[in-house]
Nanobody, 123 residues
Framework: QVQLVESGGGLVQAGGSLRLSCAAD????????MGWFRQAPGKEREFVTA????????YYADSVKGRFTISRDNAKNTVYLQMNSLKPEDTAVYYC????????????????WGQGTQVTVSS
C-alpha cells in the first residue's frame, strides 16, 4: 500500500505559478512511477503528467507541455508539479497517483490515488 498526500494548491492569478507536492509513505516509493491527474467541475479526470521511478521517463499532456514540470526526490518520498504560466482552464482538483509504470499512468491506469488538492486560476 502507498498513501499519498498532496499539498500546495490554492488560488492564483492567470500567468502565475504554483508548485504542488505529493508525499508518499512507505519504504517502496522509489519503486513506483508517479503522476498527476486533474478533474475540472463537470469534466472527467484527465492525465496531466507522469514520471518513471528513476525520473528518466517523462510524459506530459499536450495542454501542459512547456508550462508544467514534474520531478521527484526519492530521498524525500516526494513528487512535485511545478506549474507556470497558469491559465483559467487549469482550474481543477489535482490528484497525485502512483503505479508500477509511467506508461500505465499515461493511459490513466493507476493503483493508488491521493485525496486531491484544489487549484483555482482567476482571470
Amino acid at each position: 500500500q502507498v498513501q499519498l498526500v498532496e499539498s500546495g494548491g490554492g488560488l492564483v492569478q492567470a500567468g502565475g505559478s504554483l508548485r504542488l507536492s505529493c508525499a508518499a509513505d512507505g519504504r517502496t516509493f522509489s519503486n513506483y512511477a508517479m503522476g498527476w491527474f486533474r478533474q475540472a467541475p463537470g469534466k472527467e479526470r484527465e492525465f496531466v503528467t507522469a514520471i518513471s521511478w528513476s525520473g528518466g521517463s517523462l510524459y506530459y499532456a499536450d495542454s501542459v507541455k512547456g508550462r508544467f514540470t514534474i520531478s521527484r526526490d526519492n530521498a524525500k518520498n516526494t513528487v512535485y508539479l511545478q506549474m507556470n504560466s497558469l491559465k483559467p482552464e487549469d482550474t481543477a482538483v489535482y490528484y497525485c497517483a502512483a503505479d508500477r509504470a509511467a506508461s500505465r499512468l499515461r493511459l490513466g491506469i493507476t493503483d493508488y490515488w491521493g485525496q486531491g488538492t484544489q487549484v483555482t486560476v482567476s482571470s
